[in-house]
Each structure stands twice: as structure tokens, then as C-alpha cells.
């Protein structure tokens, strides 16, 4: 079945480092690719979105590129703030479905 | 957005349990997942227009309602101790659409602790 595997947490950076978390996907057919964040104590936010091969989701300065040779869609931010410390769920979802698969989440610690 | 009530619960092993969510305003389409700790949320089932439209690897004690006033429930019979979780409500609109790209609004989720 399908499936997506994220990078074990937590990363820990400074204030104003780059950031990667590494995301794969499985999947039978052409899959949409979410990033999703979780703030202690809420829900899940939607942070980006790529629904075909070579789209590029942004928001908020994060990015992340939908690989369909690699099948990756790997997060980044260029300069992270205390602000982002947070779980990231990278997450799929087939094609006519609205059904989300998510990773396991990595957990995303900032220190000033 | 979507709201969940209780936040927090408490059950003990084979109870009985029911959990409320209310959608966002206009969405018809309503999706449960449970997330245990230290893992990404995995996917119950899903409610379009008060009738199942999709479950997953979950037992039938786990069961739904969705009501025409974008409200609806989750319920839990014969609890587990593994049952305990964070329980997360998603509201959207459409059942099916073909970049399967609709936008899932979540709640904060209920906290459910069976002893």
C-alpha cells in the first residue's frame, strides 16, 4: 500500500540555519504531496502542496519540490526562526481521494 | 474551522466511547483519524453526506455519525488500552475530486487515555 517515510527527529538548529527534513513516498499512482505542521497543543495545519511531478509548494518561506524520479518531496527553509519549532507530517494523497497517508512526523526544535 | 469536544478524556478498558466534532461552515465531508503518541495520524474513516465513504484498517467497534448540521461523532465500544490516542477531526468540501488535492481543515483533536 502506500506509504511515506520521513526522517526520525528531532532536528535541532539555531537561530537563522537552513533546513531540510527528508520525505519518500510509495505510491501506485500519481499521488498529491502535503506538508503539514503541528504546534503543541493544535491540530494539523497545512504548511504547502505539490499535486504533480515538478511542482514546487512554498508558504510562510518553507518550499519543497515534488520528485516523481526520486519520488521525494523534501522540505526546506533558508533561514529558520524559534517560531518553527514544531512536528512536520510530510503526507500523500491518491488521486480522487481525500484520504491522507502521513509519515511519522519529525520534530523540529529551534534555540535562539 | 472545526471544533472537537472533550479535549481531554479519561476510559477505562472496555467502555464505551463518544467523541463530537463540528465542521467548518459549508464543508461536507468529514474524516477521523487516530494519532498515537510519537506517530502520524492514521486515517478511520470518512463521512460524505451521512454515509461512510471510505475506512481504514480499523475494527467495526469504531463507528460514525455524521449529521446534516455539519456536526458528527466518533464512537469507541469495547475500549483497548492500544485505543488510547489522539483522535483528529478533518472537514472539507467534495467527496471525491480528481487531484484528490482538497485542503483537509483539522481540529485540535481529543485526547483519549484508556486505563
Known amino acids: 500500500g502506500d506509504s511515506v517515510t520521513q526522517m526520525e527527529g528531532p532536528v535541532t538548529l539555531s537561530e537563522e540555519a537552513f533546513l531540510t527534513i527528508n520525505c519518500t513516498y510509495t505510491a501506485t499512482g500519481y499521488p498529491s504531496l502535503f506538508w503539514y505542521v503541528q504546534y503543541p497543543g493544535e491540530g494539523l495545519q497545512l504548511l504547502l502542496k505539490a499535486t504533480k511531478a515538478d511542482d514546487k509548494g512554498s508558504n510562510k518561506g518553507f518550499e519543497a519540490t515534488y520528485r516523481k524520479e526520486t519520488t521525494s518531496f523534501h522540505l526546506e527553509k533558508g533561514s529558520v526562526q524559534v517560531s518553527d519549532s514544531a512536528v512536520y507530517f510530510c503526507?500523500?494523497?491518491?488521486?480522487?481521494?481525500?484520504?491522507?497517508?502521513f509519515g511519522t512526523g519529525t520534530r523540529l526544535l529551534v534555540s535562539p | 474551522g472545526v471544533t472537537q469536544s472533550p479535549t481531554h478524556l479519561i476510559k477505562t478498558r472496555g467502555q464505551q466511547v463518544t467523541l463530537r466534532c463540528s465542521s467548518q461552515?459549508?464543508?461536507?465531508?468529514v474524516s477521523w483519524y487516530q494519532q498515537a503518541l510519537g506517530q502520524g495520524p492514521q486515517f478511520i474513516f470518512q463521512y460524505y453526506r451521512e454515509e461512510e465513504n471510505g475506512r481504514g484498517n480499523f475494527p467495526p467497534r469504531f463507528s460514525g455519525l455524521q449529521f446534516p448540521n455539519d456536526s458528527s461523532e466518533l464512537n469507541v465500544n469495547a475500549l483497548e488500552l492500544d485505543d488510547s490516542a489522539l483522535y483528529l477531526c478533518?472537514?472539507?468540501?467534495?467527496?471525491?475530486?480528481?487531484?484528490?488535492?482538497?485542503?483537509?481543515?483539522f481540529g485540535a483533536g481529543s485526547r483519549l487515555t484508556v486505563l
Open positions: 461552515s459549508g464543508h461536507n465531508t
Open positions: 503526507a500523500l494523497s491518491e488521486r480522487g481521494f481525500q484520504k491522507l497517508v
Open positions: 478533518a472537514s472539507s468540501l467534495g467527496r471525491n475530486r480528481g487531484s484528490g488535492a482538497n485542503v483537509l481543515t
